[in-house]
């Protein structure tokens, strides 16, 4: 069984990705305003929801789900209180529609799938990925493009976020690089004036290692923002990777 990339787009971009059997979702719909009116079937796809959560609209959502053929709302909510999130998934849950809910907004009983980041700046993604399934039984993953840069001391650990062509460039000019077992993700060392920077970024060979590492615990799906995230190529490059185990690295 190989890993189900799921591409992440808006309404423009549905077209590109969607095809029988491969699952894609779009980023079309948020509670802080009215729903748009749809314009394809997903055909079993997933609705991303964002805005602020309320419960008073979880029946328009599963009728919204009904209409186009989704079968999984992930919720991207903020904030995100605990009552009105059990109430908005209990609605979903008995009309037959999946929930996936963000990790830092799950909680117990709320009967649903999490979604965990694998871009991540210490630790390590296997750690966190056993954590979230000790928590939750069902886990998809958030295949966030990882470009940040760190200088030292960094104290909120937090570093930077690169623009997505900063990370290439900055490769070139580093003294050292390597990949970076535990955060999985590649390292780049740069020696400035200012002191040593340090830079995480993604490539699909490294996310095609997240993604090994989360089958070989178990984790099967996970979702890919293709509006300037990732690129049709970078899609297919992984898809065809999980084909031929030969060409993954």
Do not use: H
């Not at 493009?145 to 650990?157: A, E, K, W």
């Not at 970024?201 to 989360?214: E, F, G, Q, S, V």
């Amino acid at each position: 069984m190989s890993f189900t990339f799921i591409p992440a787009c808006g309404e423009d971009q549905l077209s590109l990705f969607d095809s029988p059997g491969r699952p894609s979702a779009t980023l079309a719909y948020s509670l802080d305003r009215p729903f748009p009116a749809p314009r394809t079937p997903l055909r079993g796809g997933c609705m991303i929801l964002g805005g602020r959560i309320r419960s008073a609209r979880a029946a328009e959502t599963a009728n919204e789900c009904r209409r186009r053929g989704i079968g999984t709302v992930v919720c991207g909510f903020s904030p995100c209180p605990g009552l009105e999130l059990l109430r908005f998934c209990e609605v979903l849950r008995r009309r037959g529609i999946r929930c996936v809910i963000t990790e830092r907004c799950w909680q117990e009983g709320c009967g649903a799938a999490m979604l965990l980041s694998t871009a991540i700046s210490g630790g390590t993604l296997r750690r966190r990925m056993e954590e979230a399934l000790s928590r939750c039984g069902e886990v998809y993953l958030d295949l966030e493009r990882t470009r940040r840069i760190f200088t030292l001391p960094s104290p909120d650990g937090e570093g930077r976020q690169l623009s997505p062509a900063e990370p290439e460039r900055l490769s070139m000019e580093a003294e050292s690089g390597f990949f970076s077992p535990d955060l999985q993700c590649k390292v780049c060392v740069l020696r400035r004036d200012e002191g040593v920077r340090f830079v995480l970024y993604d490539d699909p060979d490294t996310l095609r290692c997240k993604t090994d590492l989360a089958m070989e615990l178990g984790i099967r799906k996970g979702f890919l923002l293709m509006n300037g995230e990732w690129s049709r190529e970078d899609l297919e490059q992984l898809r065809q990777a999980g084909k031929n185990p030969a060409i993954r690295r």
